[in-house]
């Protein structure tokens, strides 16, 4: 069996490592230049970091399962991009070589099981002022942190929802930044609730209790606040965020009156979770549920032959992705998934829906914007556009809205708008796309050069 696995984070790396158990002949291709995702992003060898395992989060987990790579059965292609997927020959397209550099290769590669890992991105709910240069996502802010060992400002408020604001704080705090406060959008009914409900299926994440106690007491040493039912619903400056404003929000987000508050920051990182990354999938043909990628208890996709893991399929976190990259790995190398594997899978699933029962978006988030926020970034297409075209009996459907506002039209292709616009507008369609991700027309013309999978 010839296993290609695109994506290299935990999914990727945990079916890799049992797709080659299983005796398959294995590709991983990731567009990073070195594997682990955001979830274990190193600092480049040129800052000769020492001792990563005490900074890293499953240092040892992860170092174990990077080895794979190094298997005389696996190929490892870093900085190759998938740009296409040809269903009816089953072909898969790639394009090796850094993304911004010159003479990349194109390739295509068929093999007898596809494994999707493709992760998520942020998801930053707009609010005026958002598109200010000094506002963040989280996951941006992490990664200048983690893999650059650059602090985004020096005095920077972190906010959103979901655990994830977390270790933001703690890597923005270790290259030197002030984190003038951590800000969690649900208030505490809601968070408590959804973690508290059969404590004891907990037991078998106790490992995340260890984590979150360290988050606490690095935020303890530092002396941050972390509140709860706060939310960025401002952000103020000329040229650049000076300051932003806070509100005290219900359990839908709907902010309460003379609650405000303003932080004086030179910087903000802003996340309300994560969005799957399925263009690859949908260019295959996969179904989508709410935007994921539809699986069965076997990691399958709709489409024969194509499997999906990771928060691709649901947001889950790094322990839940491994654990679906492990049984997808398995089952596409052509082996049946051990009793353990599907337990610890299905008790990682379990994990991942009480994440979303504890931090929800509340419905009216809306209520922050005002008529001239921005939505669209790419394009800056504003809310009140939006809403008018929306509304627009003429020319109605997702289509007609695209075109009208050019909303999800610019450099991102609505990778950033695309689920608020949806949500404000009713829905949108996911069209499929030919090309996935971007590619020179030098390129598309370019030789094509065939490999087995």
């Avoid at 706060?230 to 300051?243: K, T």
């Avoid at 509100?247 to 309300?272: I, L, N």
């Avoid at 994440?355 to 809306?366: D, F, Q, S, Y």
């Avoid at 914007?369 to 003429?394: P, Q």
Wanted: include cysteine.
């Amino acid at each position: 069996m010839n296993v290609v696995i695109v994506g290299a984070g935990p999914a990727g790396l945990a079916a890799a490592e049992h797709a080659l158990r299983a005796g398959a002949q294995v590709t991983v291709l990731d567009q990073a230049e070195t594997p682990g995702g955001q979830y274990h992003r190193m600092l480049p060898g040129a800052y000769a970091a020492r001792r990563p395992e005490r900074v890293q989060h499953g240092w040892a987990e992860f170092h174990r399962r990077r080895r794979v790579l190094s298997h005389p059965r696996c190929r490892w292609w870093p900085g190759s991009s998938v740009w296409a997927f040809d269903r009816a020959q089953k072909t898969v397209h790639v394009l090796r070589g850094q993304s911004d550099g010159a003479g990349r290769r194109r390739v295509t590669l068929v093999p007898d099981a596809l494994i999707l890992a493709t992760g998520a991105h942020d998801r930053t709910l707009p609010f005026p002022g958002w598109e200010l240069p000094g506002v963040y996502t989280a996951g941006a802010a992490q990664a200048l942190a983690k893999g650059e060992r650059v602090a985004i400002g020096e005095r920077v408020l972190v906010a959103g929802a979901g655990p994830f604001l977390l270790p933001v704080a703690e890597s923005l705090l270790g290259v030197g930044a002030e984190v003038v406060a951590v800000l969690e959008a649900n208030p505490l009914s809601t968070v408590r609730k959804g973690w508290s409900s059969r404590p004891w299926r907990l037991a078998a994440q106790a490992g995340k209790a260890g984590e979150l106690a360290r988050y606490a007491a690095t935020l303890a040493r530092h002396r941050v606040p972390y509140r709860m039912g706060r939310a960025v619903i401002e952000a103020r400056g000329a040229g650049r965020v000076h300051e932003v404003v806070t509100a005290k929000v219900r359990a839908d987000w709907s902010v309460v009156p003379g609650t405000e508050r303003t932080y004086e920051v030179d910087a903000v990182c802003v996340g309300h979770g994560f969005v799957p990354q399925p263009e690859l999938a949908v260019a295959a043909g996969c179904a989508l549920d709410e935007g994921f990628v539809r699986v069965d208890a076997a990691q399958r996709t709709t489409v024969d032959g194509v499997f999906a893991a990771g928060e691709i399929t649901g947001i889950g976190g790094a322990v839940t992705a491994a654990a679906e990259g492990a049984v997808a790995g398995c089952v596409a190398a052509g082996a049946e998934p051990s009793p353990g594997l599907i337990r610890a899978r299905d008790r990682a699933l379990a994990f991942a829906e009480r994440l979303a029962a504890a931090h929800p978006i509340g419905a009216a988030w809306r209520g922050w914007l005002r008529e001239d926020t921005i939505v669209c970034r790419c394009e800056e297409t504003t809310y009140g556009e939006l809403t008018r075209a929306a509304e627009d009996t003429v020319c109605p459907g997702p289509h007609a809205l695209k075109l009208g506002t050019r909303a999800g039209l610019g450099p991102c292709q609505g990778r950033i708008c695309g689920p608020t616009v949806s949500e404000l507008c009713g829905g949108t369609e996911r069209h499929h796309r030919p090309i996935v991700q971007p590619i020179r027309l030098g390129e598309l013309a370019a030789r094509t050069e065939g490999e087995p999978g």
